[in-house]
Nanobody
Framework: QVQLVESGGGLVQAGGSLNVSCAAS????????MGWFRQAPGKEREFVGV????????LYANSVKGRFTISRDNAKNTVYLQMNSLKPEDTAVYYC???????????????WGQGTQVTVSS
């Protein structure tokens, strides 16, 4: 399994931006599809987006499309989630995950980070 650690969360005002990072260990990072998920208190974990192994392709949930951007740097074993035009409803714990294929299903992913809190104030 790939070990993942998220960082970069924090408090930001509505309309602001935040960049969250996910650092991976191991030599199999480049072979993994990397997904981002989030979970707000009292709600189920939901899909945010996914990036392909090479970083050439991305897919986003409709709720974040046009505002969030996923990128990866395989040389640094790191995937990023750039969040712009943040809204209070974006408040959640954000998780990165590694999996063997292109998917928006959380059950597909094998490795998960501990998550990082993102809070957007009104």
């Amino acid at each position: 399994q790939v070990q993942l650690v998220e960082s970069g969360g924090g408090l930001v005002q509505a309309g602001g931006s935040l960049n969250v990072s996910c650092a991976a260990s191991g030599r199999t990072f480049s072979s993994s599809f990397m997904g981002w998920f989030r979970q707000a208190p009292g709600k189920e974990r939901e899909f945010v987006g996914v990036i392909s192994r090479s970083g050439a392709s991305t897919l986003y949930a409709n709720s974040v499309k046009g505002r969030f951007t996923i990128s990866r740097d395989n040389a640094k074993n790191t995937v990023y989630l750039q969040m712009n035009s943040l809204k209070p409803e974006d408040t959640a714990v954000y998780y990165c995950a590694a999996g063997p294929r292109w998917s928006s299903d959380q059950g597909t992913y094998d490795s998960w980070g501990q998550g990082t809190q993102v809070t957007v104030s009104s």
